[in-house]
């Protein structure tokens, strides 16, 4: 059977809410996107979450949207960069679901986010260097999880989705 749900994971700033949105009006899947799910339950941004009540509550947060999540049909689901960290979430996320991973570099990460006031972990001096390490540490976890692996650093957006829909081909 084929899977109801589409997760897309990646990095911060990789696109997975523009993609996942523009993805989803193509597909005719209705679409949701967690950080903004979780936005809307505690009437805070994100931002506020981390500042007012820490990482770790974000990410109890995290989990516990990640399991309601697995119960929606013909969802677009963009997560949060992080999300991949924790297996439970990813067992959840993997429940009825195809992964899709957009892929891109450091540099292409820098030019969409590099201004963004929004992202708490990239609220650094040395931004650049921060995107390179936790690149280098998520990138495996990203690929032990994608089912489907595009590159987004590079082409328009129609391109890009295009290749998505390619990607999923028999999918969905
Ligand atoms: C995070 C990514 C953010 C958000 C939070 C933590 C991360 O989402 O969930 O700031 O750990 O990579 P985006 O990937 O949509 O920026």
Do not use: W
């Not at 990410?59 to 439970?88: C, D, F, H, Q, W």
């Not at 006031?117 to 994608?146: D, F, G, S």
């Amino acid at each position: 059977m084929k899977n109801s749900n589409i997760v897309v994971i990646g990095f911060m700033g990789s696109g997975k809410t523009t993609l996942g949105k523009r993805l989803a009006s193509k597909i005719k899947y209705k679409f949701v996107d967690m950080d903004k799910y979780i936005e809307k339950k505690e009437k805070m941004s994100v931002a506020e979450i981390f500042e007012a009540k820490g990482e770790d509550y974000f990410r109890r947060l995290e989990t516990e949207v990640s399991e309601e999540m697995s119960k929606k049909e013909k969802y677009v689901i963009a997560t949060g960069g992080g999300v991949v960290n924790n297996p439970e979430n990813m067992k959840f996320l993997c429940e009825n679901s195809t992964i899709l991973y957009l892929k891109s570099t450091p540099e292409h990460i820098y030019r969409n986010i590099g201004k963004d006031k929004k992202r708490p972990l990239l609220q650094v001096n040395n931004k650049m260097e921060v995107i390179r390490t936790l690149m280098k540490e998520r990138t495996p976890v990203y690929e032990k999880y994608a089912q489907v692996t595009i590159n987004v650093s590079t082409g328009a957006v129609k391109y890009i989705i295009s290749r998505i829909i390619r990607g999923l081909e028999g999918k969905i």
